[in-house]
Nanobody, 115 residues
Framework: QVQLFESGGGSVQPGESLRLSCRTS????????MGWYRQAPGKQRELVAN???????NYADFVKGRFTISRDINANTVNLQMDKLKSEDTAVYYC?????????WGEGILVTVSS
């Protein structure tokens, strides 16, 4: 019933940009905190950014000034604009929808940054 559809991943060179999108279905989108997490090989999954139902944005220190999270209420979609990408940004990125005890995840989408 609840589905999160991620798109926009791919392979880029350092300094380039990507825009991730996560379209949701089966949730009352406006009530959820939406976020992006990532997991690199051999690493724990970590928060990249999230945005509350009141559009308050929160970023991990390692992406501040480079990434921007936003939501499109009409499209039930959360986006992550990733600029000035670095090789260490390489990871599988996961869309997350969270409210209270409810927590939903996308399948993950690969971002590779290499020269």
């Amino acid at each position: 019933q609840v589905q999160l559809f991620e798109s926009g991943g791919g392979s880029v060179q350092p300094g380039e940009s990507l825009r991730l999108s996560c379209r949701t279905s089966g949730i009352v989108f406006r009530l959820y905190t939406m976020g992006w997490y990532r997991q690199a090989p051999g690493k724990q999954r970590e928060l990249v950014a999230n945005i509350s139902k009141d559009d308050i944005q929160n970023y991990a220190d390692f992406v501040k000034g480079r990434f921007t999270i936003s939501r499109d209420i009409n499209a039930n979609t959360v986006n992550l604009q990733m600029d000035k990408l670095k090789s260490e940004d390489t990871a599988v990125y996961y869309c997350n929808a969270r409210v209270s005890s409810l927590d939903f995840w996308g399948e993950g989408i690969l971002v590779t940054v290499s020269s």
